[in-house]
């Protein structure tokens, strides 16, 4: 792989098409035949439209031509994103409208995630159980009625044992009712681009009307792993859960994949009569961090190898460079109309770019930033941008934004600043 390091003088000319993209608030996933770029980094992050088609609902002989090194899927339906990068590395029947059981969670936990972040909630925070939630079929944390559990220890029994009683009772204490709470969840959906998903519970137990999509499964996911909350449980095997009575209910994680799968971040299984055997799960290789989904297993077992399949797969044939750091500095600009004299410019999110192991590119990374920037700015102030070119076509265009805010200088600074440059 060539990278080459180039900086364009300031130019309105060059007109691209543009997605922006938020985390948690606007992402949108599209299936590509070959590669192309999205994210859902909670900046904003500029991303070309590729030209390559997409991917409608594929047999598995269609799948296997498109995707020759894959592994054979027997599964109703699968999918695999790269996170860091966006990109579709595998689909099969990944926009098939499917009952997806318990994986229902991953868009009850974005709700939670967003309130949190939103501090609309907090994880010492006490919710009251109802009866409707202890009385929650399917899998449960077996909540007392009428005692009250942290936001911490139910989000901790909704991720690790994929507790129905704890889900009902979080949406209520946010939400005010399950019936509000899955408005939520329907427009956290919706907000992502999913167009193939429709809630009708928090819980994924069995109802008219609830289904979802591989796709869609996999962009709600990579969106929850934006939150700070994500990483909190996921590598919980089993544990205790101490309820307010004095009763200990051990709990066992639903997703074997975290002791069973190197580099498994974590993830959501299910199943129902209706659904069969499902999972998303995320791994962690290097840079490189791959989301499975599995609808439609025919058992357990299977359902655990076709995801190890696909996160394999991943890994050993695709790489992911990290080209633009958001950490390190990509210029030193004057400031003008402002006490200090210089500020360092930041890339406002992290850029990755996946390619096949071995494969040859030509990419470079280009500026455009001005030399001066004039005061008052701040942290969200876009001041110019990086160009990422491949064969001289852009393919990426990521903002620069200063690491710290800039006040107009009063008259006096100025004029402080003025003679200290005459003396000096």
């Known amino acids: 792989m060539c990278i080459n390091h180039v900086q364009f003088s300031q130019s309105n000319s060059m007109k691209t098409k543009r997605i922006f ?26 991303i070309n439209a590729s030209d390559t088609p997409t991917i409608t609902q594929n047999t598995v002989a269609e799948t296997n031509t498109k995707y020759p090194n894959a592994p054979t899927i027997t599964a109703k339906a699968a999918f695999l994103l790269e996170a860091n990068s966006g990109e579709i590395l595998f689909a099969q029947n990944s926009d098939q409208h499917l009952p997806i059981a318990s994986m229902t969670k991953v868009a009850t936990l974005g709700v939670i995630y967003q309130a949190l972040a939103n501090n609309q909630i907090k994880m010492d925070d006490l919710v009251m159980v109802s009866e409707r939630a202890a009385s929650m079929g399917g899998s449960q944390a077996f909540l007392d009625a009428g005692s009250e559990y942290t936001v911490h220890d139910l989000i901790q029994t909704i991720v690790v044992a994929s507790a129905n009683d704890s889900c009902v009772a979080l949406a209520e204490h946010l939400a005010g009712s399950v019936e509000s709470f899955v408005t939520l969840m329907n427009d956290f959906a919706q907000n992502l681009g999913c167009k193939n998903t429709n809630f009708v519970n928090c819980t994924g137990l069995p109802a008219t009307g609830a289904y979802s999509c591989a796709r869609d499964m996999a962009t709600m996911y990579q969106a929850i792993m934006q939150s700070p909350h994500y990483g909190d449980f996921n590598q919980v095997w089993m544990y205790d859960l101490t309820h307010p009575s004095g009763r200990v209910t051990g709990l066992t994680n639903t997703n074997k994949l975290i002791r069973r799968y190197q580099g498994c971040l974590g993830g959501k299984t299910g199943f129902t009569n209706e659904a069969g055997h499902c999972i998303t799960v995320a791994a ?12 439609g297993a025919a058992n357990s077992q299977t359902r655990f190898n076709e995801s190890s399949a696909l996160l394999d797969y991943a890994c050993q044939n ?8 958001s950490t390190v500095p990509i210029k030193t600009v004057t400031l003008q109309n402002a006490v200090a004299e210089t ?17 040859a590119s030509n990419l470079a990374v280009a500026t455009e930033i001005p030399d001066t920037v004039r005061a008052p700015f701040d942290t969200k102030t876009n001041l110019g941008k990086i160009l990422v070119t491949d064969n001289g076509k852009v393919i990426a265009e990521i903002y620069v934004r200063a690491g710290k805010s800039v006040s107009q200088a009063n008259y006096w600074q100025t004029l402080r600043k003025v003679v200290h440059k005459s003396v000096n």
């Open 284 to 295: 962690k290789r290097g840079d490189l961090q791959p989301i499975a989904v599995i609808i």
């Open 21 to 46: 993209i938020a985390a948690l608030t606007a992402a949108t996933v599209c299936g590509l035949g070959g590669l192309a770029n999205i994210t859902t980094n909670k900046n904003q992050l500029i």
């Open 318 to 325: 695709f790489e992911n460079q990290l080209l633009v750091d």
């Open 343 to 359: 500020i360092d410019l930041y890339p406002a999110d992290n850029y990755y770019h996946l390619t096949m192991k071995n494969g």
